[in-house]
């Protein structure tokens, strides 16, 4: 697992740098890929230092997980366009279609080959049943309240879901419910910092997302201490 660690840390320092141009291009409406040479383009950027070591640490993080396996590549992809969509939400208040509503085909084809190399389909079924459940969840929590949830957000949770589910039922809950809480504690200590208010539109998607990481990390973990918890 360490080789894995150290391994997907040096790939998320390219990946990372390359992740200010997609993060600057694709609100703009241009295209999200484009040649290696925006990896090098305006290195002067202010965000590019703090983008690069987070993608190291989480590409770690999930190689230290994972290790060298099947599911690797789906999580790598899922952590790159997690960290871009934030930053997106963060800034511009928006999850862009352009990389949202690929990931269900790319993340899907990628756990999808993981589950023919296993040979775990029952993975894949659980994996397309907690993409259905988290985004009929965000769906229904947006028709109830439709200036808290946004469809960006409902989008973004299928795809979550799809992550989540492939793992288990627990990381699906689990991640579900983290996001619920990360966003209401933000939320709180932005109205403590008087930065914000009950009126303020505060971007969800980075807390979704992180409740997300969370659960893949740790979710058995986290799993166990509550089941313990309930037992004891």
Not at 64 to 87: C, H
Not at 146 to 155: E, I, L, N, R, T
Not at 173 to 197: H, P, Q, V
């Amino acid at each position: 697992m360490l080789a894995a660690a150290l391994s997907m840390g040096l790939l998320g320092v390219p990946v990372g740098a390359y992740l200010p141009g997609v993060i600057e291009r694709v609100p703009a409406g241009e295209p999200a890929l484009v040649g290696p040479g925006a990896w090098t383009r305006r290195p002067d950027r202010p965000r590019t230092l703090p983008i690069v070591l987070l993608t190291a640490v989480v590409f770690a993080l999930l190689g230290a997980r994972f290790g060298f396996s099947a599911e690797l590549p789906a999580f790598l992809y899922g952590a790159a366009v997690g960290i871009a969509l934030a930053v997106i939400d963060l800034i511009h208040h928006r999850l862009p279609n352009a990389l949202t509503l690929p990931s269900y085909v790319i993340a899907g084809a990628l756990l999808g080959l993981a589950a023919l190399v296993r040979g775990d389909g029952a993975a894949m079924l659980r994996a397309l049943a907690g993409l259905a459940v988290l985004y009929a969840l965000y769906y229904l929590l947006m028709l109830i309240y439709p200036a808290g949830m946004g469809f960006g957000d409902v989008k973004l949770a299928g795809v979550l879901g799809l992550y989540l589910g492939w793992l288990g039922w627990a990381e699906l809950a689990i991640g579900g419910f983290l996001g619920f809480l990360i966003g209401a504690l933000a939320g709180i200590g932005l109205m403590a910092a008087r930065r914000a208010n009950r009126k303020s539109a505060l971007p969800f998607g980075p807390s979704m997302l992180l409740g997300a990481l969370v659960a893949v990390l740790a979710g058995p973990a986290i799993a166990d201490w509550y089941l313990g918890g309930i037992g004891g």
